[in-house]
């Protein structure tokens, strides 16, 4: 009988080790299903996708193309700003109302090309003025480029920075960017 009590002991405790494993094939269960779950939500959407891009493939523009039009438009449209305050011969910058420029007759070049610009801001550039210039052949061809920058400029201050051509490669130069920030 001794023997019989042990056998019993024996299977109860095999019996309580299979419990992790019970516990571990219900989870394993348990991620197959959340795994089919998300694929068929993915497939879903997946469709729902090409189904809406083939819908707009027939128009002439997408979604992406419309809204960046409509932000580059809006953030370009310089109807409602107020240039009173550009003083005579300076051209207001098309992003940025607060800032004018103008080509400087003094260019004072050494060795090779260069260009001045004349800078002003109706309220200043407290954290700097950049500025980069294109610099054409010939044929208006962008052969180079040029950039300048200034720490900080007051409201209504005028600045002047030199662009120079150090390829000499050039015969015009176009204002490319002004940031005043």
């Known amino acids: 009988m001794s023997e019989d009590s042990n056998m019993e002991n024996i299977s109860s405790s095999e019996f309580e080790n299979n419990d992790p494993v019970m516990t571990v094939d219900k989870r394993i269960k348990k991620s197959k299903k959340i795994g089919i779950w998300f694929f068929s939500i993915s497939t879903v959407l997946m469709l729902i996708s090409i189904i809406s891009t083939l819908n707009t493939a027939s128009s002439s523009t997408s979604a992406v193309d419309d809204l960046f039009t409509s932000t580059q438009s809006d953030s370009f449209d310089t109807s409602s700003w107020d240039s009173s305050w550009v003083p005579t011969g300076f051209t207001a ?19 090779y090309r260069c260009i001045s610009v004349d800078f002003i801001s109706q309220y200043g550039c407290p954290s700097g003025l950049y500025a980069a210039l294109n610099w054409l052949d010939e044929s208006d061809v962008v052969v180079y480029y040029a950039n300048a920058t200034l720490p900080s400029l007051l409201p209504m201050q005028t600045a002047k920075l030199r662009f120079d051509d150090y390829q000499d490669v050039s015969s015009s130069g176009q204002m490319a960017e002004i940031n005043c920030g």
């Not at 910058?93 to 050494?110: G, L, R, T, V």
Request: charged residues 20%.
């Open 93 to 111: 910058w098309s992003n940025d109302a607060n800032i004018a420029w103008k080509w400087s007759a003094d260019n004072n070049c050494d060795q």
